[in-house]
């Protein structure tokens, strides 16, 4: 069991003890999602931790998306439910990368896979992702690569 799992559980009891419904949710749904997961790898094998990340990244995506539909379908009480969850879930990620930290490993990626133009995205976003390994929203990152690969007027 990975460092964050333990932490999570540990969480789980302490927003259980302090009545905290909202967060005690989250938390369970994080955990049961994990629990699938480990599942589908197999009993013997636990997840790492990167593997958990994704998950976190998942359920905090999930939560985002639901509440901007909720936002557009006028129930704003229930779209600041999912932003508190997804604030919650949050705080298991590591710390996130600024946009010049991304700028920076965006530029190293460029010079080394040679990229020209919009053509190469793919082979940049690919690299870029894998160089900040989850420490950055996927979309911050594309806006960063669009920005350097775009013709320059």
Do not use: C, F, W
Request: no cysteine; glycine share 6%; net charge neutral.
């Amino acid at each position: 069991m990975t460092d964050l799992v333990l932490r999570i559980q540990n969480d789980m009891v302490d927003a259980m003890k302090k009545r905290d419904e909202l967060k005690l949710s989250a938390l369970r749904m994080l955990k049961a999602a994990i629990q699938m997961a480990q599942i589908e790898k197999g009993r013997d094998l636990s997840l790492s931790e990167d593997e958990v990340l994704v998950i976190v990244r998942r359920l905090i995506k999930q939560r985002s998306e639901a509440a901007e539909m909720y936002s557009s379908g006028g129930a704003q009480d229930r779209a600041e439910i999912e932003l508190e969850e997804a604030k919650i879930l949050g705080s298991y990620q590591p710390e996130q990368l600024s946009d010049e930290e991304i700028e920076k490993i965006v530029i190293d990626i460029l010079s080394l896979v040679g990229a020209s133009g919009p053509k190469d995205m793919g082979k940049v976003m690919g690299k870029t992702v894998a160089a900040v390994k989850g420490r950055a929203d996927g979309e911050r990152i594309k806006k960063i690569v669009l920005k350097h690969l775009s013709p320059k007027a």
